[in-house]
């Protein structure tokens, strides 16, 4: 087995949405597509990955870091030749190699694309959906067959905030999901209490309904605003302050009696060490969500899940940030807490197989092999497309 | 006053050496030029910048996500045209606009360039050299007149370890320099001391010398290496683990009675922060080594600046990586500790002022309006060809 050839692209995610920090307006996204000379049905193996939102214009570091270092590689330092199999983590180690420790920023997401696109053709190669290799791989074959998932919505509607809002989750309740989130920060503590209450009655109580501040808040307005939440006994109380202020969580967390939940801009292992050990996290009630596709991919998760087990943290409190298939393939191998959903929003590339509804707040698990592109032809079309495969 | 274009530019700065983590044989550097219609001599003002060393391939970061912001702003968003006043820190909230907190990689060392450009800038408008500027506006008009400086090298050279080490020295000494640094942990701990033992009969005791492990090391590494050097008593022992393992670095300090110093791979005044917060330094001996180019520029060192005085943290005690000019006027205009230098490697970005020789392990800083880019000249050359000048 022999990785061949490996296309980057950029293709378009604009959206029109924004949340308390930032727009997503001029945004794009990186495509990585990985190519093998293993053979099925008579055609060469092909892995597909992209970034997860948030960030743009990694591509060089793709192409000027890290495919150099694989195409150079000897194909026997990362796949045995004659059985076919192959390890993603061998290749990872082989693109990051001769880059320096330290700072986790745009690389972790350019991994994270190029690290899906490699996960994508070991499942295929493995003629195995993902989740199923994660699960023999890395959780002695036990598994999820539904994963808890939820919107990661909730935006602001400037003229109509509460009627805009209300319909938004009025639709993801048609949708079948029970759970959703909703941006926070964006507008006065008052009016953000009102879309609160608006919400809360829209989904039946707070418990199905977690807050987003996306960083936004310096450590008073981060309290003032847990204060006037507590009594909503809400999902949960997401990045109240900046990521890696760790402290400001570790505080938070003494006055705010109910869960919180952080990481999803913290991209490395080291980071999300750095989280469990100064960050007051309370594993009976508090959320992690560091990204795959940001940090490093499935093989830095990895590297990120011996840390949590060494601390003890329970598996069941990770919910991946990203609304992608990734996500979902290890919230179910893994057995995680559930993952982030984006239906109608970064499309075509949020959301999970076309054919699969969500049924009671959870989604079941496509039997393809593989990540799962295939199972969204509109999504493959555009990657292909971009890719210059069509 | 207005900013008329951006250019960026990809040049090579691929070097034969090695530490003991990477291999710097195929790095590329980031090439920035700020211009304006600000008349100089007739000519509009140019300010220039560039990435400092251990990641490339940032440009698409400045060309994608910051220049179309500064270019759709408008000017009186940074600069009062009637009068040529010109904040270098509001362009950088224009381009850093949009952009989600938490993670600092690359994208602070492409806001780095592209910083040190506008800096170039606004000294060159205020007819003053950098170090004078940032003392007048940020250190109420104190700066040192001369700076520590000491190179940062001491590679290996296979085959030759101990003779090609102490020319090496021997060459900084003759050039002026008293203290030197060397790598450590790409060899056994027997070899390495071997080396330490020759550098230190070349520079006249352990006190001249310090020591670079490039984040290389486990705990129960930078211990034993830690026990075995302490007698020599070094001028420092440089990051020894993983840059954002702060607890390994405050269990070393615990354990190790020399100085250590670290920061070189924290990009942000958050990262720095939590240094501060959980690393265990030392005020009275360890040193902090962020590199303004590498963690989002001056004006992320400003900020940085901010947290180090909240903590009481001695400015004597910083002295930034990256041997450019940018650290050097920085180290004198703000009166940190020093700086570091790199003569003969990085070329032609590293070193300072051709005309100013290093004496006694000093450098004295240059008179002209700006960074100092045109007191190299082979350096404007190679910048001013490669950015399509000439």
């Not at 003229?159 to 999901?177: F, H, I, P, S, T």
Request: glycine share 14%; proline share 5%.
């Amino acid at each position: 087995m022999k990785i061949t050839k490996i296309r980057t692209a950029v293709g378009p995610i604009a959206s029109a949405i924004r949340n308390a920090y930032i727009s997503f307006s001029t945004m794009t996204i990186n495509l990585v597509a990985v190519e093998t000379d293993v053979l099925r049905d008579g055609k060469p193996v092909v892995g597909y990955g992209f970034s997860s939102n948030g960030r743009y214009a990694q591509t060089a570091i793709i192409d000027e870091r890290f495919i150099p270092r694989i195409m150079n590689a000897d194909s026997a330092d990362y796949a045995e030749e004659e059985t076919e199999l192959f390890d993603p983590r061998a290749v990872w180690s082989i693109f990051m190699s001769n880059e320096k420790p330290g700072g986790h920023g745009d690389r972790a997401h350019a991994a994270g694309a190029l690290d899906m696109a490699l996960w994508d053709v070991a499942a295929k190669v493995a003629e195995q959906p993902l989740w199923r290799l994660i699960s023999d791989r890395f959780n002695g074959g036990k598994y999820d067959e539904r994963v808890l998932v939820y919107p990661g919505g909730g935006y602001y509607y400037p003229g109509k905030e509460l009627d805009g809002l209300k319909a938004e989750m009025e639709g993801y309740r048609e949708q079948g999901y029970t759970h959703v989130k909703m941006k926070i920060g964006g507008a006065d503590l008052a009016l953000d209490l009102k879309r609160i209450e608006a919400v809360i009655g829209v989904v039946g109580g707070g418990k199905h309904l977690a807050v987003d501040a996306n960083g936004r808040f310096n450590l008073n307005n981060a309290l003032t605003y847990g204060r006037a939440m507590e009594p909503y006994g809400l999902f949960w109380y997401e990045e109240a302050g900046d990521p890696l202020d760790y402290q400001l969580n570790a505080v938070l967390g003494e006055h705010y009696s109910g869960a919180l939940a952080t990481g999803e801009n913290l991209f490395s292992h080291h980071d999300g060490r750095n989280l469990l050990r100064y960050g007051g996290l309370r594993p009976d009630r508090d959320w992690i969500q560091l990204d795959p596709a940001l940090a490093y991919g499935l093989t830095g998760y990895l590297r990120f899940l011996e840390i949590v087990d060494q601390h003890g943290w329970p598996r069941r409190r990770l919910i991946p940030h990203g609304g992608h298939q990734l996500a979902l393939n290890m919230a179910a191998g893994l057995q995680l807490g559930g993952s982030e959903s984006y239906p109608g929003v970064f499309q075509p590339y949020g959301g999970f197989a076309d054919k699969i509804p969500i049924e009671g707040g959870y989604v079941r698990l496509p039997d393809e092999p593989g990540l799962g592109i295939e199972l969204k032809p509109e999504l493959l079309g555009e990657m292909r497309r971009l890719l210059g495969y069509e």
